[in-house]
């Protein structure tokens, strides 16, 4: 079955929605605890497009399966070469390739906007995100112990590394 990677518009926000308040409700992957709104998802798009990142989707059979997008590491000037990135899929396309698919098309926007590093920041429990993105070059070169606080239990930061020159 093909899938597509496109750009994403405010009508996939939606589904978008329900990728992310499923990870939020259910998973460590992201570290809030109260679900998002459409209005906040929304504004999140928008903010990424004003500032010249990418925000892609994963559509199959009219159904978007998964996203992906970069964004700022931190504020200063000095990170200006330096994005952090998200992808996620639905839980029905978890480990059939889409998430590749996404990153894939992310480390390639990145070249492409001469950025020189992609930074990964997750949860030290999810493995499987580990190796996802080990597969890419990705480096661990970092651990900040009990960063988080999620589900009546403290979690590490792995913070993992692409150099995309």
């Given at each position: 079955?093909?899938?597509?990677?496109?750009?994403?518009?405010?009508?996939?926000?939606?589904?978008?929605?329900?990728?992310?308040?499923?990870?939020?409700?259910?998973?460590?992957?992201?570290?809030?605890?109260?679900?998002?709104?459409?209005?906040?998802?929304?504004?999140?798009?928008?903010?990424?497009?004003?500032?010249?990142?990418?925000f892609i989707v994963a559509e199959k059979k009219g159904?978007?399966?998964?996203?992906?997008?970069y964004g700022s590491f931190r504020f200063k000037v000095?990170?200006?070469?330096?994005?952090?990135?998200s992808v996620y899929t639905d839980k029905d396309s978890?480990?059939?390739?889409?998430?590749?698919?996404?990153?894939?098309?992310?480390?390639?926007?990145?070249?492409?906007?001469?950025?020189?590093?992609?930074?990964?920041?997750?949860?030290?429990?999810?493995?499987?995100?580990?190796?996802?993105?080990?597969?890419?070059?990705?480096?661990?070169?970092?651990?900040?112990?009990?960063?988080?606080?999620?589900?009546?239990?403290?979690?590490?930061?792995?913070?993992?590394?692409?150099?995309?020159?």
């Open positions: 079955m093909s899938i597509t990677i496109r750009v994403a518009t405010i009508e996939d926000m939606p589904s978008v929605l329900e990728i992310v308040n499923h990870e939020i409700l259910h998973s460590t992957s992201i570290w809030d605890y109260d679900i998002r709104t459409l209005e906040q998802q929304i504004s999140i798009l928008k903010e990424k497009k004003k500032h010249n990142f990418p159904k978007i399966i998964g996203f992906g997008t000095g990170y200006q070469f330096t994005v952090e990135h978890i480990g059939k390739g889409v998430g590749k698919l996404l990153m894939t098309r992310l480390i390639t926007l990145a070249k492409a906007q001469k950025l020189h590093t992609m930074i990964g920041v997750i949860d030290s429990e999810n493995k499987s995100s580990i190796t996802f993105h080990e597969k890419f070059g990705f480096k661990t070169v970092g651990i900040i112990k009990e960063s988080g606080y999620k589900f009546d239990r403290w979690l590490d930061s792995v913070f993992m590394q692409l150099i995309l020159e």
